[in-house]
């Protein structure tokens, strides 16, 4: 057999095609094809949100990723305390990721509304939980550094801030599949993906420092599920930043009831300064 009879009888790739299809291999669960299809060709996703095919089976597959990708990543953060910090942190993250979209989803609706876009409440949900589903499959990519940081007993802050970079990560990478949807219908685009970005950065960032902590604080004698609301998120960015570096603004974190050092002063300072109070008091 010369080359060229043997090149000719190879199969071409619609013969191979044919064939495989002929053998009725089992198909991957249509779940599976969503997720592969979001990771490797997020443009087939858009074609089927943008066609309304099928959106209540994409939601359900959606919130799935997120629930067991946020679980992931939320686990390797409460690995940093461990015991039940691994289960709270495992619970509340995949909570914050669909409570963004439970806000965010009707925030896009309202937005194309108002900017005599096309508004589809069930077309919306579905691409802003595409989007998240997205993001929440990069943290769960990013979660072994997170286990790498803790092994080698990295510290508290370090943590916190190795945590934002993967989320702002995930995060752009869910804003990007969120841009190129809205970008599908051109008219008044730019103020649509502005408009929501802005809804996604304040929600995404009070939802997470709401429903804190996901690293335990080494001083804390007990792992809260919830706590208290004190500061800001970006208060705390920017204290984390500074403890990094070893600029503190006060000597310990107070403990659960215990009074802050600052706000004692604060306190003390104030009473000081009211009319008729003795200075050594």
């Known amino acids: ?21 002929g053998l009725d291999l089992p198909r991957p669960p249509r779940s599976l094809q969503a997720i592969d299809l979001l990771l490797r060709y997020s443009g087939a996703i858009l074609c089927r949100i943008r066609d309304g095919n099928d959106l209540a089976g994409l939601a359900r597959t959606m919130i799935l990723t997120i629930f067991v990708c946020g679980a992931v990543f939320g686990a390797c953060l409460g690995a940093y305390r461990g015991g039940l910090q691994v289960l709270f942190a495992a619970v509340k993250l995949p909570l914050v990721v669909l409570l963004t979209a439970a806000i965010c989803a009707p925030a896009l609706s309202a937005i194309n509304s108002g900017l005599c876009r096309t508004a589809s409440m069930r077309r919306d949900l579905a691409l802003v939980l595409a989007a998240l589903a997205r993001g929440s499959l990069v943290l769960a990519a990013l979660a072994p550094v997170i286990l790498l940081a803790v092994s080698l007993h990295a510290s508290y802050h370090v943590l916190v801030l190795l945590t934002v970079g993967c989320c702002a990560l995930g995060g752009l990478v869910g804003l990007a599949l969120l841009v190129r949807g ?82 004692a002063r604060s306190s003390d300072d104030g009473r000081r300064s009211r009319p008729g109070a003795r200075g050594g008091e």
């Open 182 to 263: 809205l970008a599908d219908e051109g008219r008044a685009r730019g103020a649509a993906c502005l408009a929501l970005l802005c809804v996604f950065v304040m929600v995404g960032a009070q939802m997470s420092w709401t429903l804190r902590p996901y690293l335990v604080r080494p001083r804390t004698p007990a792992a809260p599920f919830v706590r208290g609301v004190e500061s800001s998120f970006l208060q705390a960015v920017a204290t984390s930043l500074d403890s990094a570096r070893g600029i503190y603004h006060r000597e310990a974190a107070p403990l659960p009831g215990e009074p802050d050092a600052r706000d």
């Open 1 to 21: 057999m010369t080359d060229s009879t043997a090149i000719a009888a190879a199969p071409t790739p619609t013969s191979a095609t044919a064939l495989v299809e």
